[in-house]
DNA sequence: CTCCGCATGTGGACAGCGTACACAAGGCTG
DNA sequence: CAGCCTTGTGTACGCTGTCCACATGCGGAG
């Protein structure tokens, strides 16, 4: 009587009741292990127990389904994030825990991306329109975007003193830039399959050329 | 005599001659208008006027098919780079034509990357191993993979004192990240739609930065 | 100069994909 | 309790990559 995500043509309820979640969930599993291409709506409407044509009445597309699997990874990504910052240890005085979690930011974006290089791929994928990355559903606990945590961080220097306030604007993109590629790099670039500690350390080679040179 | 690349039916001899090169070469316009995943086997061989199963001959896969375009779409991206660098007004002194040079391998990087964004994906997009960038066919003119042009170019800053030699080592991927990671964001990222002065602009403060932070 | 081998191109087939259309089930609102 | 409207089903189509057996004819051996 349980099993809602069986095979395909049990389930107690004519109705599945949470499908649209249900696909989504599929999705990110499915992105998890092969990337934004894996998430194959045939393959999304299988797990969750349902004909195909069933994910029409909830996504327009299947690139409607990729976008809501996209941004979810995306908010994995901003918790991965938030958790980096929040593990991080009291700081001395403020300009230290500014720039601690400053640096935070970019170590825990690097670390999303090694660790779930599938869901990093896919949150980045954005066929259509990547303005709504600073969408609320791509947030994650504390309703900030990766995005929107960074932009936070640079102020928190600003306000330590630590950047000078006309180098502040468009600062985002340069660091973003700098520790995006590195990602990009190290997921399916030439520093693919770098030892998870060299890897570590090229990170925070670049988050100091970005310190340096922001 | 000439015509080969017409539709199905008419080839006047049996052997189509040049196969291999024109199954890339009609990938390469493929991978132009619609990257990586625009590059389908099917499209390509109607497009040589071959049936689908002749591109077998030549690759073993579609895969195969599309490492070689991202090969030539690599020394494409070469090949701006050395005219970005070729274009360059004769310099003061050395070491203005080594920074010159050095900030040319960026804005070229980046010229590509907005020019060519279905070509600039497909260079990147490597699903097997992106360790064959390297590669003589991602090559340029003058024999040099755009990783390598890079490099030059650092060595050249160092020779002209504008690197400190213990800098050098693991420089190209600092570069390289940022400016990668720029380009990420210009193609499909939230900066995408940026006016061309305003991505130049984009590009130059980032360059900015790795000088500084390099 | 002829003949035949083997590389190259053809034809047909299959499974899997996204998606359109008409139909079935059954909870919700009146 | 009736019926509507949302949600899931069934069937079908064209497209894809790829497998297999077969056809062709170029180039070297005799």
């Not at 990547?130 to 936070?152: I, N, R």
Request: aromatic fraction near 6%.
């Amino acid at each position: 009587m349980p099993s809602a995500e069986n095979d395909k043509p049990n389930r107690e309820t004519y109705r599945h009741g949470d499908l649209r979640n249900a696909l989504i969930e599929a999705g990110l599993e499915l992105a998890r292990q092969g990337g934004p291409e894996a998430v194959v709506l045939r393959a999304a409407t299988r797990q969750a127990g349902v004909v195909p044509n069933a994910a029409y009445r909830h996504f327009t597309d299947r690139n409607a389904l990729l976008q809501a699997v996209s941004q979810t990874a995306m908010a994995h990504l901003a918790r991965t994030m938030e958790a980096e910052q929040a593990a991080l240890p009291p700081a001395t005085d403020e300009a230290a825990a500014a720039r601690a979690r400053f640096r935070a930011v970019g170590t825990g974006y690097l670390r999303f991306a090694q660790e779930e290089p599938g869901l990093f791929r896919t949150a980045f994928h954005v066929p259509g329109d990547m303005a709504h990355a600073a969408a609320p559903t791509a947030a994650g606990a504390a309703g900030k975007t990766p995005f929107e945590l960074l932009g936070a961080a640079l102020d928190d220097l600003v306000k330590a003193g630590l950047l000078p306030e006309d180098r502040r604007p468009g600062a985002e993109f340069l660091a973003w830039s700098a520790v995006h590629g590195l990602a990009a790099l190290l997921i399916d670039g030439p520093l693919r399959g770098l030892h998870p500690t060299q890897a570590h350390d090229a990170g925070q080679h670049v988050i100091d050329m970005i310190e340096r040179g922001i």
